[in-house]
T-cell receptor, first 116, second 112 residues
Framework: GAGVSQSPSNKVTEKGKDVELRCDPISGHTALYWYRQRLGQGLEFLIYFQGNSAPDKSGLPSDRFSAERTGESVSTLTIQRTQQEDSAVYLC??????????????FGAGSRLTVL | GNSVTQMEGPVTLSEEAFLTINCTYTATGYPSLFWYVQYPGEGLQLLLKATKADDKGSNKGFEATYRKETTSFHLEKGSVQVSDSAVYFCALSSSNTGKLIFGQGTTLQVKP
């Protein structure tokens, strides 16, 4: 597509429920990233996918967080047993991958998660 | 570890005023430096970048120079417009993976 699409744009859930957030990257972009933005704070790196390589999961805050990516297309971020501190905007980004172009990320508009 | 520190906001200016948003970093090696901007209701987008010391990134009237001696990448614009109102994020990358480390963001409000 023309840009990075994320859904849902807003999600309100109860503590303890599982949530899934979806990201559809720009067609042809081999790299995909998930970041988290808490209110009034900068972006925290969560996970990075590059082609068929093993993902870099070093930013995932706990084992309640996981992400999958199907080939070089859609990715899903899953948060199990949500907690109130998980409330944030979850941002997905993609890039062409490799070389200096890898650092030029295109971000989606984000999924705002509120855990009650 | 690597980190980025930005001046706290909000920064409130009148139209046509001069803008500076300070950014300093801590990193090993020779990182690439970026400014991203988030306009209201939109996703982050790359504003400008610099990949080595003394490089100057520029776009839409904004400039930032990679200063290794002061580990800084301050954002400047000579004459701001109301349409520049947004949140500005400084970021660095120490590899070609796109794994960026962001500052906390600085909100700019420009009043007519």
């Amino acid at each position: 597509g023309a840009g990075v699409s994320q859904s849902p744009s807003n999600k309100v859930t109860e503590k303890g429920k599982d949530v899934e957030l979806r990201c559809d990257p720009i067609s042809g972009h081999t790299a995909l990233y998930w970041y988290r933005q808490r209110l009034g704070q900068g972006l925290e790196f969560l996970i990075y996918f590059q082609g068929n390589s093993a993902p870099d999961k070093s930013g995932l805050p706990s084992d309640r967080f996981s992400a999958e990516r199907t080939g070089e297309s859609v990715s899903t971020l899953t948060i199990q047993r949500t907690q109130q501190e998980d409330s944030a905007v979850y941002l997905c980004a993609s890039s062409p991958g490799g070389g200096t172009g890898a650092n030029v990320l295109t971000f989606g508009a984000g999924s705002r998660l509120t855990v009650l | 570890g690597n980190s980025v520190t930005q001046m706290e906001g909000p920064v409130t200016l009148s139209e046509e005023a001069f803008l500076t948003i300070n950014c300093t970093y801590t990193a090993t090696g020779y990182p690439s430096l970026f400014w991203y901007v988030q306009y209201p209701g939109e996703g982050l987008q790359l504003l400008l970048k610099a990949t080595k010391a003394d490089d100057k990134g520029s776009n839409k009237g904004f400039e930032a120079t990679y200063r290794k001696e002061t580990t800084s990448f301050h954002l400047e614009k000579g004459s701001v417009q109301v349409s520049d109102s947004a949140v500005y994020f400084c970021a660095l990358s120490s590899s070609n993976t796109g794994k960026l480390i962001f500052g906390q963001g600085t909100t700019l409000q420009v009043k007519p």
